[in-house]
């Protein structure tokens, strides 16, 4: 069974822009949550998407959104990008049931300049 | 305000010894606990959880330990091996009523097991 697939794996953006990062969850597995790595702040929670519905929300400000396709897969956008928006952006998918184990893909590594 | 503390950055043990990675939370309505580890350039991996009804959890090697009254959470690796080198993270949920949970990570425990 394929893993946890994230697009691309490294993205270089300036102050200002918008990026789109993509997650492909694991087949059969109707949830995705998203998750900030930083070194300061650690792994943080972005939100979670069930069968196309935002279902959980971190506190994030309003920049950072996401939607859940019908298939599953899922997109994070972050728009006008600030400096410390640069982290590991991790997304993790389960069959979504409360003690449903989360399987992390390898990230995207955003920079931003 | 960390809800979540894994107060040793890093730990180093000797192969074929015991690790013990330690983690204290705050809140008591989390309900749900997991430890994941993490190598360099690879997404966290879950190892082993443990819910608020139980005090303790086994699987092979490891074992997580429960103290409700303390709120502290702890992962014992025995014996430790040299693949066991990682990050290793605490978790902690409450159960939603949306039927989903969101995870809150400790910062992480290096470990390196010395061969």
């Known amino acids: 069974k394929a893993g946890v697939t994230q697009t691309p794996r490294y993205l270089i953006k300036t102050r200002g822009q918008q990026v789109t990062l993509s997650c492909s969850p694991i087949s059969g597995h109707r949830s995705v949550s998203w998750y900030q790595q930083t070194p300061g702040q650690g792994l943080q929670f972005l939100f979670e998407?069930?069968?196309?519905?935002?279902?959980n929300k971190g506190n994030f400000p309003g920049r950072f959104s996401g939607r859940q396709f019908s298939n599953s897969r899922s997109e994070m956008n972050v728009s006008t990008l600030e400096l410390g928006d640069s982290a590991l952006y991790l997304c993790?998918?389960?069959?979504?049931?409360?003690?449903?184990?989360?399987?992390f893909g390898p990230g995207t590594r955003l920079t931003v300049l | 305000d960390q809800q979540v503390k894994q107060n040793s950055p890093s730990l180093s043990v000797q192969e074929g010894r015991i690790s013990i990675l330690n983690c204290d939370y705050t809140?008591?309505?989390?309900?749900?606990f997991l430890w994941y580890k993490k190598y360099p350039a690879e997404g966290p991996t879950f190892l082993i959880s443990i819910s608020s009804i139980k005090d303790k959890n086994e699987d092979g090697r490891f074992t997580v330990f429960l103290n409700k009254s303390a709120k502290h959470l702890s992962l014992h690796i025995v014996p430790s091996q040299p693949g066991d080198s990682a990050v290793y993270f605490c978790?902690?949920?409450?159960?939603?009523?949306?039927?989903?949970?969101?995870?809150?990570f400790g910062k992480g425990t290096k470990l390196s097991v010395i061969p």
């Open positions: 998407y069930f069968s196309e519905t935002q279902r």
């Open positions: 978790a902690v949920s409450p159960y939603s009523g949306a039927g989903s949970y969101q995870l809150t």
């Open positions: 993790a998918s389960s069959l979504g049931r409360p003690t449903d184990t989360q399987y």
């Open positions: 809140n008591s309505m989390f309900d749900y």
